[in-house]
């Protein structure tokens, strides 16, 4: 069974604050993905990797930095986090294919004041 | 440009009757589609996904879907529902964002709500 792992759980952040979300994959999958849940948009890609040291734009990356310093681990950075920031973040793995299914991990909550 | 639309935010049923969630596509390219849902509290988990050939595709937990290319239509379906079934369905279209690289596109979702 593929295992995405997300920490923290749950986040509460200052205005202008860092925030760094982290995710690891044991599943030795080439792809990672964060994802942004919010009511009434869905799920909303933010960044991608396509492997360690890749990172790649998404949908709406205003805001965000990713980082891939390994196959398993892909962090999402909000360097001035603001309120508009508040959302549940979902990190994603894959292997690369296309039509690939992806593996979510159980997302982090961030609460940012 | 591609987009997902699932045009029912909120759908209720009762134990017993056919579900039919709605998912409609726009994209210029042979599609690929997916299910996704999210259980209360959980993560989302893959339901089936439609590539080429059959239009029928089969899932987990007795889903199915049915990809009609004539509406650009990949609506979710399963009978009997069953109250385990309530969750939020994702209907997502894969798209070739080059270099054989591929990105999903979800729908805004469709919160199932099967009373007992």
């Known amino acids: 069974e593929a295992a995405v792992t997300q920490s923290p759980r749950n986040k509460v952040a200052v205005t202008g604050g860092k925030v760094t979300l982290s995710c690891n994959q044991t599943?030795?999958?080439?792809?990672m993905y964060w994802y942004r849940q919010d009511t009434g948009h869905g799920l909303r890609l933010i960044h991608y990797s396509y492997g360690a040291g890749s990172t790649e734009k998404g949908d709406i990356p205003d805001g965000y930095k990713a980082s891939r310093p390994s196959q398993e681990n892909f962090s999402l950075i909000l360097e001035l986090a603001t309120p508009s920031q508040t959302s549940v973040y979902f990190c994603?793995?894959?292997?690369?294919?296309?039509?690939?299914?992806?593996?979510f991990g159980s997302g982090t909550r961030l609460t940012v004041l | 440009a591609q987009s997902v639309d699932q045009p029912d935010a909120h759908v209720t049923l009762s134990e017993g009757a056919s579900l039919e969630l709605r998912c409609s596509y726009s994209?210029?390219?042979?599609?690929?589609l997916f299910w996704y849902v999210q259980y209360p509290g959980q993560s989302l988990q893959f339901l089936l996904k439609?590539?080429?050939?059959?239009?029928v595709v089969k899932g987990t937990k007795g889903f199915e879907a049915e990809f009609r290319k004539s509406n650009s239509s990949f609506n979710l379906k399963k009978s009997p529902a069953h109250w385990s079934d309530s969750a939020k369905y994702f209907c997502a279209l894969e798209r070739d964002s080059g270099g054989s690289n591929y990105k999903l596109t979800f729908g805004k979702g469709t919160l199932l709500t099967v009373t007992p």
């Open positions: 994209y210029s390219a042979a599609p690929y």
């Open positions: 994603a793995s894959g292997q690369g294919r296309f039509a690939e299914t992806l593996y």
């Open positions: 439609y590539i080429t050939g059959d239009t």
């Open positions: 599943n030795n999958h080439n792809n």
